[in-house]
Structures are given as structure tokens and as C-alpha cells.
């Protein structure tokens, strides 16, 4: 027995957790990304049993779906019939309803209980005025120090705690087998999983306050058994007497097919007789009076639509990273953030210049910023420091008074008041691009062939030839108060930041005169002198869009009073859309984005269930109900399949996380989600707990996924991708990538392809690059894999209901 | 050791009787509006009747004042906006009808409570009361951790009742009466002894209610209930102690237990605020502060100054319940950061020590605390203090300029103590009838010393050395534990 026998059984059971991201960059990951090489039906078989997690939805949301007609009674009952299930679909509901949640008592109670209370204090990030003793020698040396004063581990003179996290697992796993080691060590990273998903996050990430107070599972492991073995707790897992119905599991699974196949047809339907009627002769107008990109988000699909219908404007889908994987560095609080999806690594770092002349008001925007970082400290100082805690309260307790009447009863009031007053930095910077971790013989500036690249790969992913005189790059960012989960409504491509830096860093680069030249001549982009890039935000929560045009020409400004005016109107009809309100929809909108009651700001992400990569003149006439990421693209101008790889290596596998999370997040919103907002206990500046603390909640909380404890909201489907290119160019795209081809293979995500070589017909991919008619219904039997087991009709029949 | 509990079932027949039903949901409409206009109603006759409120009884039974305005204006508004807070927050709670009902009735025994002259329905009015916190604090009865906070901290309920009865009742008896104003009259004719052990009673029953060490736990583990809840627990719940230290005011003079109230107040004060400082979790760190807040409150009773008390009552409960309203604003990505070390200049000094100064000589003119060597000069000083303490924070401060580094601790204080000050003149004129409310002590060896105690606090806390005390952090850290079996003692069997 060694310790690299340990470590290497540490980094094998580590599998089975996942990453619990922290709340300021909220990323919406799969929580099973550790089993994405298994089947999405193994991978769940196995979470269900290590975390006591339910894997399908819920009985009731199948009903409502069922009784919505969301689910075709064909398709259903021709993968009951497969499966040998011969009762109705109401049957098999009810009887998946007849099964209920059970509570049980925790049998580590007190171990876990004790490993919260160390955790949470470890690994605040600052919240806490006084740290935990020792933090800079790392978790386990601390917590070493303090442990002889634990009045809970009541440890007596003369036990000696082990001096290093790898004595202490040798001297406990030393009574137990080797080949027992991976399955103890699982059990105990699982029974937080929550907790040690962020020890995950940490360690990958390497933030600052993990070089600062180092934590490792190894540390973590090394607490907790030798804490279990103290308190001769368990240490191996419990046999668990099975007393769940297997067939339930198979009748959910089965149910989810069928819903996921409903949705699918009906995608297809709608996009086959779009296609066929109105390509090519009704495509976009020749000279469209500005273009507008947007993220590939499921709440552009809205605003475009909203956008196009005023007026003769185009709009485009692209990652809302704009392409530049960059980390931002904020102005107001002087750190730097990642800005581009968490796949990708930073090769640059954008942060604010003056203007030009405007270095003044930088100077004054930068001393309120001091001021108001000032007011922060004065007021923490004084609420924490003996006597004044007291004298304070008395002295602004008034003052608070008057503040909970103005933020209780006139949010909305106040939103505009802000609005009005207030001078982003964006009007006095500019945005400056550098190389990030340079060596330090290299300049920091980056060369032009990079600027170049980087435009360049935005309009052959998008498929883009005409420019109009104004593009705008719509980057979106989530305006919420009083909201911990602000984050995971932000802009899923830029790691959970808002994607308006990058938009105006694209634009920026698009406008240098070299840039464009470079294009012309190497490239055939031909991008008319008239044509101006601007950067913008569509705000989500109030689907208000601001243009960043402190620096545009007057000629530009005069073309820019319509647009302004027509996204207005858009703003306008957008939320009532959004709403389904007819009267002061944008009022109502700014009220929900000020308002601290507010568990509902918008609903991001939810309900979505598809992705369509390809131009906009396929889905522009249908209103998708936002359920659906938008990608544009032409293959006619990517005959390699080069920038169609691009879109399925970077975006699909975004949406997929993001697709896999609110699956997850909605099955199982206790152990997968957040839980409800309304008992949300902040925890180290970083994350939740529910009630008086426990384990760290890892995912989206119940509001942002159902209208109420009873209603669901989003729809847990997987997601379905549907690209309109060749069927071969794509099969390429999937040999070439085995790890694109594992996701599908396994199921994580659904592929069709709309062939235009082959009379635009949509396929669906089975497993092994084998496609079928997309609207052939299923005939598959091992499309339910080993999961399912046979079913005895006698059994069935028991069931009282 | 599996042992299923069957509770689940009557959770999910709870969750049916409050479902979204006709009549539950005109509850969520109507109780908000309603409590609205209490608020008003009450506002408008206080203000049309100030500085005279007029006294007014039925029977023996109830009597209306200043102070029961005073308090009914204060918990109509808190309710009020608590209700309005929550019509959006819980929107979609399968108990959002429980809640609105249970806050209007926590409302009412409130108001029933100060209103009450009749010992029996005092005493009924604090047991509803801590009965419906107690419901609040396990209003999600699906959930398990919930239903074990509700039972803990109902038992802490019961157990002040039982007190507070023990006390009241004693007094009744002895001296013949069931109503609370003749009987404070009576007290110095009741014997010594029944009055200790009456006023002692109900201490108990007023510290387990501001969760006063040892009794402080009960309000650590009292976050399974929804934030506005929480909201409403700790700006009309926990205060209740003192209105009722308010009311017996008499007693603790007769059985000479002030300084009891001083030494416990103050210690629990000290030892909170420090507490506070190790926490991580944000709901936590409130209690914590509120537990110390509510020290310094008990502490002004122990120095005679019950009107002060009231007033930091009234103004602690605008400051609690916007910051856990405000609770989901701590979010913040950071960095680990070095505490700076400025050492102070000795002109700067020389400025803190004067804005000292002058706040407390402008503190004491506005309210006559401090002018004489009596227990006023200690809330003198804690002004004095903060406002040197504030100073001190502005004049190191480096963005500021010379000229803002001299007004805004001037436009500070004024702005702070002045209201302050008319706040507490105008609670002092509401509470005029009621006797023995603000009578300074003459000083006693026991304040000085207890003075000091409170220096030396300040002292350790400001030079910072408690952070090389292992110790201590542990000490503390378990001090302030939740109940455990408000802390994963169940999970959740999958289907
Ligand atoms: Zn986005």
C-alpha cells in the first residue's frame, strides 16, 4: 500500500462529483460531466445511487406534459409496445405517480454535520472579518491546529492527530482492503457533494484565494475519515436494501424518449415546411439598413424576432464571446474576470482605456468609484467594531427605515431614477486588447494578424458577406437586485459574465482601418468604408437594448436616432411578449429588474430544448418561444466544414452544459440544483446553503426552473442540435472528433441534420454515424440499453393505485 | 437505523389544505393592504394626538397609550412591509397563504400584547406569540431540518411563557390583583424576596426572547424560516423583551436586579460582537449582530434608561430587516486581502478626539443623557466613541480630500445623532405615564467596573489580538452552532 496507490483511488472516485461553481461566475455545467464517456442512461444509474438523486422528472411534470399534449400518444405507445409495456400511458402515469419520496435519517449525521462547519469556514472568501486560524498552510494543517479545541470531537490528551493529510489516510485505510479503497473513498466525496464540487472548482481553477489557503479532495478525505474513525462513524457505504420498483426508472426513461422524440417532430415539421416553401426566394432583403449580432442565447431568438419586425434590419447568432477568448479586467472593483466559455483557455486580457481626451472623466469616474469603496469599508468598520456596532444602529437606523419603504414600494421609480443619473464607464473608455501571460521578452501588444484572425473567424462562423452601414454587436448581460444567482443569468458564452465588453472589443478591432484592409486583400472581405461596428448590451431582464456609442461619428449618430427608436418599439413588444402583458410591459420589466422581492427577475435559459445551426432564413418566420439557441451559418461558405467543426467543438458543447444543467438542475432540484431561493443562507461570498447551513448548493435554484412549488417552467429535454449542412461534411466533422461523437453516442444531446445536398431532408443521428429519417418513429430496441429490465405484467397489475 | 418518518405524509396533506385555493388566495391579497392601513390608522392618531396622547381603558382589561401606539405603529409597519416584501418573494410557495395569516397573526398578538392589562391575556398573547414564530421558523413542514428548528426553538418559547407566567402570576397573587398598572403600584408594599423572584422570572422570560447567552441558540437556528420571516423575527420578535423589561420597569428597580440586566446585557453584547466576527454564513452573522444588539438594548435597562431601550429597539428593527431583506446581496467575487495597518497621525488624533467631543456634548445637550455624573454618562461615552471611531475611519482615508475629511464626520454626526436624538425625545414624551422608565442610576462601583470590562473590549477588538487565539475561534465558532438536528439529519430517499 502506497501513497500514490491513495491518490490515484482519490483521483478515480472523484469522478463521480462534479464542479460547484461559485455564484459571481455562475456556470451552468453538467453535473455529471465526470461520466460523460458513459451512456447518459449508465451515468444516471450511478449518480441515482451514489448521491440518492432522482435522475427523470417527476411524475406530475410528465402529467402536465401529457396532458398539454406535449407528448404524442404515438410515439409513447410505440416505445411502451417495444419494451413490452401493453397498459395505457395513463396507466404507467399513474403508476409512476404512486411512488413518493421518502425521508430517512442520515446515518453520518454528526460527520458530515462537522465537515460543513470546517469547510464553510475554510473556504469563506472573506465574508467573515475573522479567519479561520492557519488558513495559509491549507486545509488539513489547519484544521490539525484547531482540532484539539473541537469541543465536538472531544479529543483526549495524548491522541495524536496525524501530522499530514497522506498519514492520516494511510493509518485509516490501512484496516480496510485495497480494492475497497476507491469504493470508501467515493461514498465519503459524495455525501457533500456539494462542498467538494467546490474544493473541484478550486483546485481547476486556481483562484487566488486557492494559492493564498490551499484545499485538496486529499485534505478533504484525510478530515473526514480520520474524523470517522474518531466518532466511529461509518466508514464503508451502507448495503442499501433496493426497495424502489425498477420498472419505474424504465417507465420514466421511456417517457422522457418519447416527450424528447414529440418535441424533435415538431421542430422538424415546422422548419421542413419553412424550408421548403420560402428558400431561397424569400431570403434577407438586399440592403438591410443596419445588422445586428446577438449571442446564440435562447432569449435573442425573441429579441431578434422583435428587432427584424420593426424594420428592415438583419440579425445574426454568434457566441456571445464574440469570438476573443479574453479575460476582462473591471473597472470597478479592479479584477479580472474570464470572458469567454470556461473550454476555452485566455490568451488575452481587455481592459478600459481613456478615451480619447477624456482622460479628466476617467479620473472622476475612478474617484466616486474610490468614494463609493470607501463607504463600503467605513460602513462594514463601524457595523463590526465594538461600541460603535451600537452607536451605529442608532445613528441610521432612521435612515434604513426610509430605505425599506423606497425599495419595497417604488422599485421600479428607483430603476429609472438610476438609469437616468448614472454615467457608465463606457462612455469615457474604450476597450484595450493585450496577450495574456506573456514571457517577459514579449510585447504585450497584440500583433495584427491576431486582429485580423479574430474578425475573420466571426464572419466565416456566422456565413456573412454584405455589411451593412451599422452593425451592431449585441452582447446580453441580467439585471436583477438582491439576486445570488445574478450570475447564471448573465452570458453563459463568457463565463457567466455580461458579453458586452467583448461585443465592443470586436467592434473596436472590426473598425481598425488596418484590420479591414488585411481582410480586403488576403481574405475577398470586402467591408465598405461607410460601414461602422458599434458595441451594445441587450439587457435580458428588461430586453432594453443600449448602443455604446460614445465614439461614432455624427454622420453614424443621425442613422443611429431611427435604430434607437426601433428598438424601442422592439423593447416594447418584446416584453410584452416576454410577459404576457399588453399595458406598461417595460414598466413592469424595470420593476422586476429592481425589484428585492423579486425571485423571478426573467427565466434565462429555461425551457431550452434545441440548437439550430444555420442561416437565419430558416427559422425567421417562426416564433420559436426562445426555446431554441440560434447559431448562424452558411455552409456554401465553408465548403472545408472548418468553421462548422468550430461551431460544434466550442458552442454545442456550451449549450450542452448548459442543457445538461437545467435537465439536472429541474430532476432533482435538492441535490442538483439550488433548492428554493426563499431559505437561501449566503455562504463565503460565494455560495448558498439552505437554512442553517450544510451542504453548498450547486446548481439553479427552484425559481429560475418552475412557476411555483407545484407549476414547472422549463421543460427537461435533452437537447436536440440541428444543423443544415451535408450529411458527409458533418459524419467528417464527427471522425475527426471523437470526443463530439462519445457526447452523442452516449446521449447527451440529440443531432439532426437538414441535408440541402439531399433535398433538404432532416436525418436523425442514431449511434455509429447511422442516420434515419428524422420523422420515422423510433423502432430502435436498444435504444433503452441495459437500463431497462423486463418487465412481469403480473408485478404491474399488483400495483394498487 | 433507517427509520422512516411518516411525517411526509401529513406534509403533503398540509401542502393540499394551503394550496392555491379561492380562499388562499384572497389571504395573499387582502393581508397586505389590511396591514397597510393598520399602519396608517395607527400613524395618523399618533401623530394628530403627539405630545398628548390620551390614556384610555376598558375595565381592567386593556389600555391604550403613547407606548401602545408607539408599538402598534412600529409592528404594523414591519408586518406591512414584510407582507409586501413577500407577496413577490414567496410567490409560488405552496405555503404563501400560511404565511401571510400566520404574519397577520403574529401582528395582532403583538398588538394584543402591548394592549393588554389583564395578566391572563398578557400572558396568552406572549405564548401566541412565540407559538406563531415558532410556526414561521417550520412553515416548510415538507422539509425535515425545518420541522426540528420549529420544535427547538418552540421548546425556548414555552419555556419563557412558563417563566414569564411564573413571575407575573407570583405578583398577582401576592399582591391581589390581575392587572399589570395596579400592580406595579403595589410592588414596593410586596415583599423582597417575592419581588426577586418575580423580577428574576421575568428576566429569564425577556432573555430567552432576545436570545440573550445562554439563551442565544434558539436564534442561530432560526433560518429555515423564509428570509422575510426572518425579516420579521428579528425587528418585532426578538425585541419583544424589551417592551416587556418596559412595562415592569417598576420591578427591577424594587428588587434591585438592574444591574443583573447591565452585567448580562453587556457581556452577551461583548462576546456576540466578537462571535459576529468569525462568521461565514450572512443570515448567521445578523444573528449574531442582532444577539449583540439586543445585549446593548438590555444593557440600557440595566443602566435605567428603558426609553432608550425602546428607541433601539424601534431603530435595530429597521436596520435588521433591511439588511436580511437585502441578505442576497453578498455575492462578490474578491481577493484575499491584508488588513491595512495605518498608523494614526497626532493631528489626526487630535481631530478624532475632538469630533468626540463635540458629538457627545452635542448628544448630551439634545438629550440630556450625560450631563450629570450618573448611568447617562455611559451611553454618553459609547456616542462619544463611535463618532471618534468614525472620524477616525474618514480622516485616514485617502481618496478623501482636507476639506471632506472635515464636514462629512461633522454632516455625520449631526445628521445621526440628530435624529437620534429627536427619536428618542419624541419616544420619552410618548412614554411619560409609564413609571420608572428613564431614571438614571447614581454611578455604582458595579458600572464602573463594568465600564472598564466594556473598554477593555473595545481595546482587543480595535488592536486586533483575539486573531492569534486558536482557541477562542473554536470556542466561539461552536458557541454559535445551529441546533444539530436542524443540520443534514435526514436525506432524501430517490425514487
Ligand atoms: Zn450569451
Redesign the pocket.
Known sequence: MSHQHILNSIEEASRVIGKTWPLYSFVTSNPLSGYEKTSFSKAVNSAKELLNARIFPEASIYRQAWEDGEINEKELLTLLRENGLDQSPDFYLRKMESQKRTEEKNPNHELDRIMAKWLAAFMDEGLAEWEMPGKKEGFYKAWRKLAKYDSELSIAQGIDVPKSPSEALLQILSGYSENEYTKILTYHLAALPGWTGYINYRVESNSAWQQKYPISLEDYLAVRLWIASHLKAHILPQSKNSDIDPTITNLQYIWLKAWEKSWQNQLVKTLKGESITTEPTKGTDPDPEAQMVF???TRSELIRRHVESKGNYETYGY??FFGIAMDYNNLNDGLSRKSCPPILDSSYQVSEIPQTNKEGQLAAYERKNDNFRFIEYFLRRMKNMLPSAFGYVEGSGFYYGLSLLGRTLLPGFFYRFKAKRSTPHETVCEPKIERKNVEHDMSLSIPLEDKVAIVKSAFDLMGWKHFAPVVLFV??GSHSANNPFGSSLD????AASP?RHNARMLAKLANIPTVRKTLADKYQINIPEETIFIGAEHNTTTDEIVIFDSEVPNSTREKLVQIKSDLLRAQQTATQDRLGISKDSIAVAQQKANDWGETRPEWGLAKNAGFIIAPRTLTKNYNLESRCFLHSYDWELDRTGKALEGIMQGPMVVTQWINNHYYFSTVDNDTFGGGSKITHNITGKFGVVQGNGGDLKMGLPLQSLQQSDHEPYHQPLRLSVLIKAPETMVNDILSRNENLKTLLDNEWIYLMVMDPLQDNEIKRYQKDMVWTPAMETSKNNDLLEKLMQPVEVDELSEVSI | MNSETKIQENASQNSKNTGSGPSSSASVKMIAPILWLLFTVNLAYLLYFFPNVPEWHLGNIVRVNGFTLLIWTTVTFFSALVSSYAGNYLHGFRFHARFMKLCLGFTLSVMTFVVSENIFLLLFSWMVMGFIMSRLIGIDSEWAEAREASKYTQRYFLSGTLFLSLGVLILAFTSGTYSVDVMITLIQDLPQTTVLIAALCIIVAAIIQSAIYPFHRWLLSAMTAPTPASALMHAGFVNGAGILLALFASIFFASNTLNFLLIIGGLTAIVAQFTKLLQVNVKQRLACSTIAQMGFMIMQCGLGFFNAAVVHLILHGFYKAYLFLASGEEIALSKPQEPLKIRIKPLQALVVFFFGVLGAIFFAFLTGKGTELDSGIFLTLIVAITVGQATYNIVKERSLSISQKIILPMALFIAGIGIYALLYNGVTVLMKDMPMIAVPLPLSTVQIVFGVVFLIGFFIMKLGGYKSLPWLYVRLLNLSQPNKKSILMYKSKSL
Open positions: 449571442c446564440i442565447d457566441a456571445g452582447g446580453h452570458c453563459g458564452a463568457c458579453g
